[in-house]
């Protein structure tokens, strides 16, 4: 009898999951999970052929999870290889290198697709997204820095790691927290839980921020069209400043937004009479 509820506990604890990785050709996808699973890099870069599937065990909060890792191909050739599985996915790997920005870009055309492949029963509040800032040891070439990378992310509710295949810096950190986000979903009836990522501040503060960045020039970044009287600039500015003072803005970027920001309206009230 002893034995039976023995077993019945272990059965009860363990848990099938599905990961997918998606992301850019050469951004690391395969290089991370490898990493993780084998505990090691493979230099010489060999193209994802439609899908490469695997199978890993880990134990985490005395559960046994399964593992089930659909490494997708990023090249947009194997598109129809890759649609047939989207669905049933608990969990997402959504993979970037830092040093190339067409690759971050592209993050918003994978979300796109997929959505489009579970179509309107599909629920992608549901899953959850790590996303990996990938090679962050090639630190010269970096285009992406961390404030962008982890603004999109979280802006969005999903994990956001600074990661290198190469080293293996921040791989184990994000498996791990990526598995204890999924664990937290099964458990909430397949549903996120809220508390997933903490977002602590708001949509308009991101945007914000991504338009500030963006802003070819002053009269850009201030939201006012060149020709702008001093009050329109001065206007401009104080909604702006109440809305990304570092005292009550955490956004990632949100510092350096708002010194653009003072330094935009100073260079502009110069020229004004």
């Known amino acids: 009898m002893d034995t039976n509820i023995q077993k019945r506990k272990e059965i009860k604890k363990s848990l099938r999951i599905k990961v997918i990785s998606m ?29 490469d599937y695997g199978v890993t065990k880990v134990c985490m909060r005395d559960r046994e999870i399964k593992v089930n890792i659909f490494d997708m191909a ?5 598109y129809e290889v890759r649609n047939e599985f989207y669905k049933d996915t608990q969990g997402v790997i959504l993979v970037y ?13 994978w979300l796109t697709e997929m959505k ?17 800032a990938n090679k962050i040891d090639n630190s010269k070439h970096r285009c992406v820095d961390e404030s962008e990378g982890r603004l999109w992310a979280e802006s969005r509710g999903f994990l956001y790691f600074e990661t290198s295949a190469q ?45 500030i960045r963006n802003s070819k020039d002053s009269w850009d970044m201030l939201g006012v069209k060149p020709g702008a009287t001093r009050d329109e ?35 502009l009230l110069k020229n004004i009479k």
Request: net charge neutral; aromatic share 10%; with cysteine.
């Open 23 to 51: 992301g850019n050709a050469e951004v690391g996808k395969s290089c991370i999970i490898k990493r993780y699973c084998e505990k090691r890099f493979v230099p010489k870069y060999m193209a994802t052929i439609g899908i």
């Open 74 to 78: 990023g090249h947009p050739f194997f």
């Open 97 to 109: 290198d830092v040093g190339q920005k067409e690759s971050f870009e592209s993050l918003e055309t």
């Open 116 to 132: 489009q492949e579970l179509g309107p029963q599909g629920n992608m509040e549901n899953i959850v997204f790590a996303v990996c």
């Open 167 to 211: 080293t293996g810096e921040g791989v184990n950190e994000m498996f791990q927290a990526f598995y204890s986000a999924i664990i937290d979903l099964c458990e909430n009836g397949g549903k996120r839980p809220v508390s997933a990522v903490s977002v602590n501040f708001t949509k308009e503060q991101a945007d914000a921020i991504r338009r």
């Open 233 to 267: 600039v001065n206007k401009a500015y104080r909604k702006l400043a109440v809305l990304l003072h570092p005292d009550k803005c955490v956004a990632p970027g949100s510092e350096d937004a708002f010194k653009a920001v003072v330094n935009s309206r100073t260079a």
